[in-house]
């Protein structure tokens, strides 16, 4: 039977997942004061960081009251024991003298040092999300770890694309171009609204694109390839899968990653446009109106810290999405703002839609990756009836310092949904906006 650990949880822990003391089975966990002073700070912040704040200090408060948390507390059944510690004996922890004591990190990492002290006969670890914390504990010899508590892939090249390529017979390849009923094994093919290119066995130039359903569905062909949507019409073959998932309402959730440049944000909003639009032009619409939104993170503070009306607000971190559609409605800014005004486009700060239920919408979330697990939860629950909801995102360009690109929401959206026909996904490998962009994506 291996010997209980101690851990000693670092601030960013608790502030990525407060449950991240449940995490831990049946070892000890020390919380020094400096990470309960850390949390405070933060608690009155109104994103996920400030509810995550909030949430682990109700858990310490229920912990306190089943017990003492100077002398430890059970954290649960077949959990191990919590404990507070203060800053007593830290200068002679063996903290080198390089390191200020002034520094909250370090006081976390002298008070490990010091319960690995007191413990000589248990293995204490530090857990951390900050990597150059992680770096100095183990330069003074302390061993250290990452909170892997959220991580659904190994990393980034694991994520699902949505795509994959099958090899047929030749005559299946004719069969399927012919418009005839085409099944794949579910041994072929895991998932469902899977995208796959017919791959010819005697010839490989030889191919055919659709989409998989399941085994007893025939394989689907792609829809507006050809005609295009909104006057956009598909560059490469996974735009296509875009475009055809976009615009099939049986998929009510799209999941899109795409570097700078790939088209995800402009096929998106080409496609919640003709199916929003459509009784301009005298056909019954899809959806009642098209809901764009996406996290205010580059400020780190909600918009309220900003003069001005919500739309004033939004504006800066808008303006990818506007350039989008003034694009799509041929820089017609007048026809533009009377959809806006008409509430038929709206621009939805994300910081304002929990609680609100939304009926019969084409929602776009541009810049998920940004968002936790937790926001993006939030976000897909006010779904109600009849809505469509995109998720759109870069995982390589996450600006959230305590998400990555394995544990933000839209990997974790990505990953939970592959497995549900309500749910699709596709991944974009090339660059489309301009030959500087796609050069600057690959080489910078």
């Known amino acids: 039977m291996s010997r209980k650990k101690i851990y000693v949880l670092d601030t960013s822990v608790y502030l990525t997942n407060a449950d991240s003391i449940f995490a831990f089975k049946n070892n000890d966990i020390i ?178 694109l659709g989409r998989f359903v399941n085994s007893t569905t025939p394989l689907q062909q792609l829809a507006s390839s050809k005609a295009g949507v909104w006057g956009i019409k598909p560059r490469n073959k996974e735009q296509a899968f875009l475009l055809d998932m976009l615009m099939d309402p049986a998929i009510q959730i799209v999941s899109v990653i795409g570097k700078a440049g790939s088209g995800k944000t402009l096929c998106a909003i080409a496609a919640g446009l003709q199916q929003t639009l459509e009784s301009e032009r005298g056909r019954d619409s899809l959806y009642s109106r098209l809901i764009v939104s996406r996290p205010v993170q580059p400020l780190g503070k909600d918009i309220g810290f900003l003069p001005g009306t919500m739309e004033d607000k939004m504006s800066p971190w808008l303006m990818p999405i506007q350039d989008n559609l003034q694009f799509l409605m041929g820089n017609d800014k007048v026809t533009l703002d009377m959809y806006l005004e008409r509430g038929t486009i709206e621009i939805e700060a994300i910081t304002y839609i929990r609680g609100r239920s939304i009926s019969n919408a084409y929602i776009i979330i541009d810049e998920a990756q940004n968002l936790t697990i937790h926001e993006l939860k939030t976000i897909i629950t006010r779904v109600g009836e009849g809505t469509k909801i995109i998720l759109t995102g870069d995982v390589e360009q996450i600006d959230n310092v305590y998400i990555d690109a394995t544990t933000n929401g839209l990997t974790h959206a990505v990953e939970k949904f592959k497995n549900f026909e309500l749910a699709g996904h596709i991944t974009l490998t090339k660059g489309e906006r301009s030959q500087v962009a796609t050069f600057a994506a690959k080489h910078l």
């Open 31 to 208: 919380v020094p004061f400096k990470v309960l002073e850390e949390i405070d700070k933060h608690k009155k912040r109104q994103d996920a960081v400030g509810s995550q704040a909030r949430r682990i200090i109700r858990i310490l408060d229920e912990l306190r009251e089943r017990g003492s948390l100077q002398k430890g507390v059970r954290i649960c059944k077949g959990a191990g024991i919590l404990t507070a510690t203060g800053t007593e004996g830290l200068q002679t922890s063996g903290l080198p003298a390089d390191l200020d004591l002034g520094i909250p990190d370090h006081i976390i990492i002298a008070t490990a040092l010091r319960v690995k002290q007191n413990n000589l006969t248990q293995k204490v670890i530090l857990v951390s999300r900050d990597i150059n914390m992680r770096v100095i504990a183990d330069a003074v010899g302390l061993q250290a770890e990452d909170f892997f508590n959220h991580q659904i892939v190994g990393n980034s090249e694991e994520i699902f694309t949505g795509t994959q390529e099958v090899l047929v017979d030749d005559q299946i390849v004719d069969k399927f171009y012919a418009k005839e009923d085409v099944y794949l094994e579910e041994e072929t093919v895991a998932y469902s609204n899977q995208y796959i290119m017919l791959v010819s066995n005697a010839n490989e130039k030889k191919t055919a």
